[in-house]
C-alpha cells in the first residue's frame, strides 16, 4: 500500500503529455462552455459530439490521428446545423435527430473494421471514453493551435456574443452581425468538443465542457469570473483524474489502469452536487432574490416625479 | 401643441413613409405613414395582432417592407444605426446568467464590437450615471434574471439610452408590468425624453397609461395607421374610419374608452357584450 501517488508519476513521460494536453482542452472548454451553458446550448454540444464520434473513428480507420477527425467532425456538424436551423425551423428537431443516428451509425460502421483490422478492441475505447495516456508528444503542437484559435474566437466575439445571448434583436438592433456571430461561436464549439473528445473521448466530450460551466455559473455574478471558475474547476478535474487513473494500477493485484474519463467525469460531478448544497448556493443567488422582490422605495419613486437627476446630458 | 424646443418642429427624428408589409400572403400593414419627433413622446397603440411589433421591426431594420420606406434623420437607415436605441418586450434570462445589470447596461456602450474590453473608469463611470438616471443603482449588482419586470425594464431602458440614441424605441413595456411599476417606467421615460430631448415611440395596447404623458398618437388597427396630435385621432370619425365600423369614443373620469357597434343615449355601450378595444 502507499500514500497518494506513485513516485514514478512526475517522471513518466505519457503522464507529462496528458497534464498538458488536458489542461489545455480544460481550459478551452472551461471558455467555451460558459456560453454553451448560458445560452442553453448543451444539446447542440452533444449533438456535435456525436458527429465528431464519427470523424475520430473515420480517422483511426484512415490510420491518422483522431484528433483531427473530431475537429473535422465537428466542424462539418457545426455546418450542417447551422443549415438545417436556417433553412426552416420547424423540421429542425427532426433533421437535427436524424443526422445524428446517421452519425452514429457511421461511427458504428467505422470502430467496426477498425477493430477487425487492428484485432483488438481499443479503437471503441479510445474513440468513445478517450485515452489520455496514448496521446503522442507530436500532438500537443496541434493541440495548442487549436486551442489559440478557439479562444481567439471567443475573444473575438465576446461583446457581440454575450449580447446576443441576452437578446437577439437587442442585438442586432445594435448592428450586431447576428448569424455571423452565432457561427463563429458554432465553430469554437466544434473546435472545443474535437478537442475533448481527444482527451476524454466523443461520447464524454460534452462533460468536461459542461460540467465545470455549470459549476462556475453556480458560484460567480460575473461572465469573467465564471469563465475563470470553469477553467479551474476544469484543470483541477482533468489533472486529479490523470493521478487517479495512474494510481490505480496498483489499486487491485491485476494491475490495470482505470479509465482517466471516469475519474475526470466523476470529479466534475461530485463538484456539481457541492454545489447545489444549499448554503452555498445562498450565498450568491439568494441575495439577489432576496433583493429583487423589494420595490423600489418611496423616496426614489418621488425623484422620478421632481425630474432631478443626474442623468447624462447631451 | 409640441412642448419641444424651437429647433425640434423643423425635423422629423423619424419618417415613415407608406410602409407596407405582408408576410406569407397576409398583409400586417397597409401604407403606415407617420413621424416622430425629438422630445416628443408617441405612443404607439393597437391591439393585439395590430401589428406593433412587425412597425418596431421594420424602424429598426429587423424586417424589411414590402413597400414604403422608413428615414430616420432624413435619410435611409443603415443597418448599424447608433441613433437609435431599442427595449425589446420581454428577455428571457435565467437567474444563473451571470450578468450583473451594470454589464447589461455597459453592453449598450459596446456590446457590438469585437474584441475584449478593456474595463476603464470612464465607462464605469458612464454606467453608474446611467443607472443613477433610471433609479437602478440599488440593484445595479445583481444578476439580470433576478429581477423583477419593472426593474428589468429599467436596466434595458439604461442599455438603450447610454448608447445616446435620438431615438428611443419601446415594445410593450409595460405589458408584463403591475400598474405601479407600468406608471413609474412611463413617468421615466417622460422625464428622459424630456431632459435628453430625445424621441420615444412606445407600443403599447392601452392608451389610459400614456394620457398624461403621450404627445402624439399612432393609432394601428387591422395593419393601418392613424396618427396625430392624441385629441385628434381618439375621435369617433377618425377610429370609425380606420376600423372599417362604426365605433365610439368615450371619456370616462379621465380615461378613454372605445367601443364598437351603434350607441344609445347614455352614452355607455348598450350591449356589454360588444367589444372593447
Redesign the interface.
Known sequence: MHWVFEPGFFSSGPVHIACVVGSIVAIVSGVVG?FTV?R?QSFAGHSLADVATAGGSGAFLAGVSPLFGFVAGGVAGAGAMEMIGVSRARGRDLATGIVLGASIGLAALFLYLGTTRSSTTGASQQILFGSIFSIVSSTIPVVALLSVLCVGIM??????L??S???T????????PVRVVGLLYMLALALAVGLSSLAIGAILSTALLIGPAAI???L????G??MVTACVTGVGAVLLGVLLAYDSYYWSSSHAYWPVSFFIVVAIFLGYLVTELPFIRTST?RR??T???T??DLD??S???S?Q?????? | MDSTGPDATSSELLEVEGVSVSLSGRRILDDVTFGVRAGEFTGLIGSNGAGKTTLLRVILGLQRPTAGRVLVLGAPRSHRNRSMGYVPQKIMLDPDMPLRARDLVALGIDGNRFGIPTPSRQRREAVDEMLHAVDAEGFGDARVGTLSGGEQQRVLIAHALIGRPQLLLLDEPLANLDLKSGQEVVTLLDRIAEEQHIGVLLSAHEMNPLLPVMDRIVYLAGGRAASGPTDQVVRDEVLSALYGYEVHVHTLHGRILVVAGPMEESGLPPDPSLKAV
Open positions: 460558459v448560458m442553453g475573444a473575438l466575439v465576446h461583446r457581440p454575450l449580447l445571448s441576452v437578446s434583436d437587442m442585438a442586432a438592433a445594435r448592428g450586431v462556475a455559473l453556480r460567480t455574478k460575473r461572465i469570473w465564471a443567488t439577489n432574490e433583493r429583487a422582490s420595490a423600489p426614489s419613486m425623484r422620478v416625479g425630474g437627476s443626474a442623468g447624462p446630458t447631451r
